[in-house]
T-cell receptor, first 113, second 113 residues
Framework: SQQGEEDPQALSIQEGENATMNCSYK?????LQWYRQNSGRGLVHLIL?????REKHSGRLRVTLDTSKKSSSLLITASRAADTASYFC?????????????FGKGTLLTVNP | NAGVTQTPKFQVLKTGQSMTLQCAQD?????MYWYRQDPGMGLRLIYY???????DKGEVPNGYNVSRLNKREFSLRLESAAPSQTSVYFC????????????FGPGTRLTVT
């Protein structure tokens, strides 16, 4: 079963606005990662936040992690039409011989010009 | 570097036919993965190979077999295709250490009639 669950399932905003997507998970993690998928393409890694970090930035992306609430958020500032894509969180529970990431179902972001 | 490559890009099968999806990576990654993606279901792990010589079942392994041919190549075989296996299949690879992101191939769109 999926570990991460994104919220909302779909989000539609105007260009220039900020977009916030949330991810909740169930078990303890080593790190949490966010990926983007453009229509018809493979997933592309955006950012990784470790379990001992609370916030991380990369360009227009800001990720927060609250391990006490088992949740993360991805903020995209000053959105552009090119940000239109699906966004997935993935949890890394790696330990021992378990080297899997577990993906959520994704948030479909539409940025209208 | 080509990254992760998958062949074929598209395939149409009749029920009961067999086929092998090929995946190769040139990044010297230890771990490789096969996912399927269906609308509204996100990514579901079929099989993975944590290192050369090992394979393990993921969330939805029934109807599939895999072979880790060498460090570079990881193939997925459908022995007797069923309409329920109509999906987009993604291969991914990753360094085996904790905290490294996955790199995805472009996907194979499979239709079983």
């Amino acid at each position: 079963s999926q570990q991460g669950e994104e919220d909302p399932q779909a989000l539609s905003i105007q260009e220039g606005e900020n977009a916030t997507m949330n991810c909740s998970y169930k078990t303890s993690i080593n790190n949490l990662q966010w990926y983007r998928q453009n229509s018809g393409r493979g997933l592309v890694h955006l950012i990784l936040i470790r379990s001992n970090e609370r916030e991380k930035h990369s360009g227009r992306l800001r990720v927060t992690l609250d391990t006490s609430k088992k949740s993360s958020s991805l903020l995209i500032t000053a959105s552009r039409a090119a940000d239109t894509a699906s966004y997935f969180c993935a949890t890394d529970n790696s330990g021992g011989s378990n080297y899997k990431l577990t993906f959520g179902k994704g948030t479909l972001l539409t940025v209208n010009p | 570097n080509a990254g992760v490559t998958q062949t074929p890009k598209f395939q149409v099968l009749k029920t009961g036919q067999s086929m092998t999806l090929q995946c190769a990576q040139d990044m010297n990654h230890n771990s490789m993965y096969w996912y399927r993606q269906d609308p509204g279901m996100g990514l579901r792990l079929i099989y993975y190979s944590a290192s050369e010589g090992t394979t393990d079942k993921g969330e939805v392994p029934n109807g599939y077999n895999v072979s880790r041919l060498n460090k570079r190549e990881f193939s997925l075989r459908l022995e007797s295709a069923a309409p329920s296996q109509t999906s987009v299949y993604f291969c991914a690879s990753r360094l085996i250490s904790i905290g490294y992101e996955q790199y995805f191939g472009p996907g194979t769109r499979l239709t079983v009639t």
